[in-house]
Structures are given as structure tokens and as C-alpha cells.
């Protein structure tokens, strides 16, 4: 499958996960979205994100998304549901995993959970995460 095929999925609960989705968007790059609960479903298409994979956080596994998975970010809303959401999300995915707090709890409780990457931010603005992303499309499109 080529990675071009995989949609960057999105756990966005707060403003700042909702900004850096209309970022994406505004990049031209295919963007799908993690919910577990109804309000965050519309929220999303509202956003206008079309592929929304709904998770139900008391089930014991996740059934992957129909469509392929590309990188995911996690914005952190509450530490118990993150840890949750890494436990149902790893297992569907070998693609990096990135989670965006404004909390201090240690990385290595996330890592042992499965996320590859912690950023921790007191702004809004996470526009810099959008970087490698662009990075990566444009030398694809040069490659090709």
C-alpha cells in the first residue's frame, strides 16, 4: 500500500486539535478523524472530515478504520483517555503515533503504551507540526 493511500488521523477534542485539522485541510492533505462520543462525530463534519473513526473507549479492542491509516495525532483532553485511546489505537497501526499536551506527565507512560512521540506546548499554535508533513509531500512530488 502506498503511503500516499493513508489518511493522517486526527484525535482532536480541543481548539487546538480542531486548528491544526483546518491546517491540514488547508494544505490539501487527507485528513480523517478519531471520535468516541456522537458531539465529536458532528464537530468533525462540521470540519468537513468525511472519514470519522468512531471508537468506543469501553470495549476491550478497536476494529481498525476502512480506510488505511497514516500517521496519528493525539490532542490530549484527559490523561486517563488518552492512555485509553493508545491502547485501543497501536494495535491498529505500525505508523508513528504523535500525542500534543499542555500536561507534564512522563513520556515514558505514554511510550510504554505505544505513542512514538510527545510534544509538549503551553500555545495554541501547533502549526510546526505541519512541517514534516509538507516535507514529506513535496519530496514525494519531486520523486515523481
Same mark, same amino acid.
Given at each position: 500500500m502506498q503511503e500516499t493511500d493513508r489518511m493522517i488521523t486526527i484525535f482532536?477534542?480541543?481548539?487546538?486539535?480542531?486548528?491544526?485539522?483546518?491546517q491540514l485541510r488547508g494544505a490539501g492533505l487527507p485528513v480523517a478523524a478519531i471520535v468516541n462520543n456522537l458531539r465529536a462525530g458532528k464537530r468533525m463534519e462540521k470540519l468537513g472530515i468525511k472519514n470519522i473513526w468512531k471508537i468506543r473507549t469501553t470495549n476491550s479492542k478497536a476494529l481498525p478504520p476502512e480506510k488505511p491509516l497514516g500517521r496519528i495525532y493525539l490532542f490530549e483532553s484527559s490523561f486517563t483517555l488518552t492512555c485509553r485511546l493508545l491502547q485501543l489505537v497501536r494495535p491498529c497501526t505500525s505508523e508513528r503515533i504523535v500525542l500534543i499536551t499542555?500536561?507534564?506527565?512522563?513520556?515514558?507512560?505514554?511510550?510504554? =503504551?505505544g505513542c !512514538?512521540?510527545?510534544?509538549?506546548?503551553?500555545?495554541?499554535?501547533?502549526?510546526? =507540526?505541519?512541517? !514534516?508533513l509538507l516535507q514529506k509531500t513535496i519530496s514525494r512530488t519531486e520523486q515523481a
Open positions: 482532536a477534542p480541543n481548539g487546538m486539535g480542531e486548528d491544526f485539522i483546518r499542555r500536561n507534564h506527565y512522563p513520556r515514558s507512560i505514554y511510550r510504554l =503504551l !512514538d512521540m510527545v510534544v509538549y506546548t503551553q500555545s495554541d499554535n501547533v502549526s510546526f =507540526l505541519l512541517t !514534516d
